[in-house]
């Protein structure tokens, strides 16, 4: 029995080790990886900051979401209500998206970010404060919510526009991946995680969470700087309604970027198949399953653009050097997978096709972004990004408003059906000014 006992230690002890020296060795193997991969290299201080800070902020961005949603509905116990809190933040974001050069004009990048981010905390600290009194309004609530989401719409052109100003050039394909994969893992994970805290913890104490979250981003945004930002201010002596209509102005110039912002709409258009008033139906209707399949088909489609963007890191060169050819790949790939969602009605089969709608969707959005962080003049790189972001708010909203009267219509599967014709439009119109692209192409590679 010693002799037993002292040889099962000896056994654990040495499966120990050697798990041990697994680790190290692999540990050591990444590195060499990432080394090889120019991943260290292309984490320079100031991206490492806009990374860190951004992905706290996104973290608090999605807890606070599901406590103001949570909120909303324990107050009305209405889906009309609740579902007033996702068109409210995405009218706001549309409304700052266009006005966002007025702010662009008088502050760098880095202080819009800073500044953005510090009032986004100081109306959450409030709207926390205020959710301790229930006898205020509940519109007193959506209304700092809007102001929270509003601000919003400064930041996401700012941060794309400043990543090409503090990352060399021939980082900003994987250095798009990364931040996109990161968006994605905190979208993933926040969701499921929030949904157990605010059953837990309840609806104040993740607010909370979500202020912490929102400081710590603030103290990352703080240390951020713009190197270009003094050469802006000395030669822009435009009027308001100049820059306003800049950044529209730049795209109606280019042919290559006006096809890529058509394409954005088109794509934008068919962007609403994947929210719940569409996919509840869908998973009823379609494919015979309860809600929960709801949950299981998101989930899919997250690890797929996960997926996704950890593919493009490794093929970030190859993507870059064929930039046209994955793009309209991706196009064509996107939207036969979203119209066999629209045919099948196996449950297991629309799990598989969503998973593989991830990666298409990633790599579309990631070349797109490189290509204007590269082939759009600096100066006016923001508000172009300004420019595309409305539209592309725009554009969702009226896939909302457009696809969920199909389903009332001609029931959930027209609605995929729909939207993979959609796709197949942007994919033609792409291929049909692909003529375009390769006249402005040389700025891409490398």
């Known amino acids: 029995m010693i002799r037993s006992r002292f040889h099962c230690k000896a056994l654990f002890k040495k499966k120990k080790k050697q798990m041990e020296t697994w680790f190290v060795e692999g540990r050591i193997a990444l590195s060499i990886f990432l080394m090889k991969r120019g991943f260290f290299d292309m984490l320079t201080k100031q991206v ?72 986004k905390t100081i109306l959450l600290g409030l709207l926390v404060f205020v959710t301790q009194w229930s006898a205020l309004p509940l519109l007193f609530s959506l209304g700092l919510a809007s102001f929270i989401s509003f601000l919003d719409g400064w930041a996401t052109p700012a941060r794309n526009a400043l990543l090409p100003r503090i990352a060399q ?52 945004m703080a240390y951020l700087h713009d190197p270009i930002f003094q050469a802006t201010t000395r030669t822009d002596s435009s009027s308001n309604k100049e820059a306003l209509l800049r950044g529209w102005n730049y795209i109606l110039r280019s042919r290559a970027l006006f096809t890529l912002t058509c394409m954005d709409v088109l794509e934008s258009l068919a962007g609403a198949i994947y929210v719940a008033a569409i996919m509840l139906f869908y998973v009823s209707d379609v494919l015979g399953k309860g809600q929960e399949w709801w949950g299981y088909l998101n989930a899919s489609y997250f690890v797929g653009m996960i997926a996704g963007g950890l593919l493009l890191v490794v093929i970030a060169t190859h993507v870059s050097r064929y930039f046209l050819s994955f793009l309209l790949g991706a196009g064509l790939f996107s939207a036969l997978v979203t119209l066999g969602l629209g045919i099948t009605h196996s449950a297991w089969v629309a799990l598989f096709l969503s998973f593989l709608s991830g990666p298409a969707t990633q790599i579309q959005y990631v070349s797109k972004q490189t290509y204007f962080q590269r082939n759009v003049d600096s100066l006016y790189l923001p508000n172009v ?6 539209v592309e708010y725009v554009g969702y909203g009226l896939s909302v408003l457009i696809l969920t009267n199909v389903v009332a219509v001609y029931g959930a599967a027209m609605a995929y059906i729909v ?28």
């Open 385 to 390: 990004l300004s420019a595309k972001s409305t």
């Open 419 to 446: 939207a993979s014709g959609i796709l197949l439009t942007s994919l033609l119109l792409g291929f049909i000014m692909r003529r375009a692209f390769k006249m402005e192409l040389g700025k891409l590679k490398g």
């Open 48 to 119: 490492r900051f806009l990374w860190v800070g951004q992905m706290l902020a996104n973290a608090g961005d999605v807890f606070y979401i599901i406590s103001l949603l949570t909120l909303v509905f324990e107050k009305t116990h209405s889906a009309v209500y609740t579902g007033f809190v996702p068109l409210t933040i995405i009218l706001a974001q549309t409304v700052s998206g266009f006005l966002a050069p007025l702010m662009q004009r008088r502050f760098s990048l880095s202080t819009l970010l800073f500044l953005s981010q510090f009032a």
């Open 169 to 220: 050039p021939v980082h900003l394909m994987r250095l798009n991946s990364l931040f996109a994969t990161t968006d994605q893992v905190i979208q993933f994970v926040g969701w499921a995680l929030g949904g157990m805290l605010v059953a837990f913890l309840g609806i104040t104490y993740l607010f909370a969470v979500s202020l912490g979250l929102f400081i710590l981003s603030t103290v990352c």
